[in-house]
């Protein structure tokens, strides 16, 4: 646990976890526009019951 707990502290995995986050955020936001696009045309729309 102790080893753990370590790892947690130092900066290189601050850093790292920062980063996959980051990437993560990105991979999100570019989901968000693909469906907010696909959302705004019509036969989408009504593809799924909107």
Excluded: C, H, P
């Excluded at 991979?27 to 968000?32: H, I, N, P, S």
């Excluded at 693909?34 to 009504?46: G, I, T, V």
């Amino acid at each position: 646990m102790s080893e753990a707990w370590a790892q947690l502290k130092g900066g290189d995995y601050d850093s790292e976890v920062g980063e996959q986050l980051i990437k993560r955020v990105k991979e999100l936001q570019d989901t968000v526009d693909l469906l907010q696009m696909l959302n705004s045309r019509s036969d989408f729309a009504e593809l799924i019951g909107d």
